[in-house]
Nanobody, 124 residues
Framework: QVQLVESGGGLVQPGGSLRLSCAAS????????IGWSRQAPGKEREGVSC???????YYSDSVKDRFTISRDRTKNMVYLQMNNLKPEDTAVYYC??????????????????WGRGTQVTVSS
């Protein structure tokens, strides 16, 4: 059974940084695309970033140049480094696998499996 467990969320001031971590079990992330999505209060879940098996990475326009996705293949983990955080980044962040578990990211961040999420709050 595939499990994704996120950690690293918290309260941070605008302009600050956080690094989210996702530990995977039940599959070897090295063979799959993996990414992050988020859901802000009162809004639909949206894709934020995705990393394909071949190393290509993708970001939504709202986080591009501020967020960086990376993997540690030896630990079977994926990370999301978030810099220059803004109040509008406040959301529950989910580690996510693309629908069907492909090795490449899907258009429009079409995720099909998620972890339980970690809360990120950006506020002064």
């Amino acid at each position: 059974q595939v499990q994704l467990v996120e950690s690293g969320g918290g309260l941070v001031q605008p302009g600050g940084s956080l690094r989210l971590s996702c530990a995977a079990s039940g599959l070897t992330l090295d063979y799959y695309a993996i990414g992050w999505s988020r859901q802000a209060p009162g809004k639909e879940r949206e894709g934020v970033s995705c990393s394909s098996r071949d190393g290509r990475t993708y970001y939504s326009d709202s986080v591009k140049d501020r967020f960086t996705i990376s993997r540690d293949r030896t630990k079977n983990m994926v990370y999301l480094q978030m810099n220059n955080l803004k109040p509008e980044d406040t959301a529950v962040y989910y580690c996510a696998l693309p629908r069907g578990y492909p090795d490449s990211c899907l258009p429009s961040f079409d995720f099909g499996s998620w972890g339980r999420g970690t809360q990120v709050t950006v506020s002064s």
